[in-house]
């Protein structure tokens, strides 16, 4: 169709060479295109680019507050554990250790009684402070540390035990020297 188009235009060339348009037609185009220049033709402005700002400027503020209310919880959260878990060790220190000045009390009393110091239970209880002292300075260092805080509990069991034992030795040994002035 292109090709008829073309076809015809070019044999009948001459027929349109021969008309000239009306001289006035050209003044009329020509003051049409001064009008124009008086009239400035405001461009088109293309909005997209800030669109895509604002879009950017979005992401990266919902990104930060998401990120930053997920660091608090987690701080709180935390630093709400670490209290728990500190009065918890507290409350099991102050049991134990109420109940070793008790035990150690008691073998104070049953020592005086027969005039005896045993000098190596003094120096294993004494032992067994400075490794729990230790063990506190460990978990201050290391706040959510499970193995200190069990070594620590185990350190008062095992004095408690120690004492416990102790104390049982001189109660047998307050009713052997019974029983020999019984006897005797």
Known sequence: ???SI???V???RSEFDDLEPRASMWDQIESQLDQNKEIPIEPKRNYL???KAAAVV???MTIGLLVERNWYTNDSTEVAEVQKQSEDIEQVE???SGLIEKRKAEIRLAMERKDMVDEELLSDLDGLDSMYQDLKNELKRNKNNEKVVNAMIRN???RVEILNKQLEILDQ???YEEDEKISI
Do not use: A, G, R
């Open 173 to 175: 040994l307050v009713k």
């Open 156 to 158: 008062l069991q095992l």
């Open 49 to 51: 680019w800030m669109w």
């Open 10 to 12: 070019k044999k009948h």
């Open 6 to 8: 073309e076809d015809f």
């Open 1 to 3: 169709m292109k090709d």
């Open 58 to 60: 979005f992401v990266c």
């Open 94 to 96: 102050s049991y134990y």
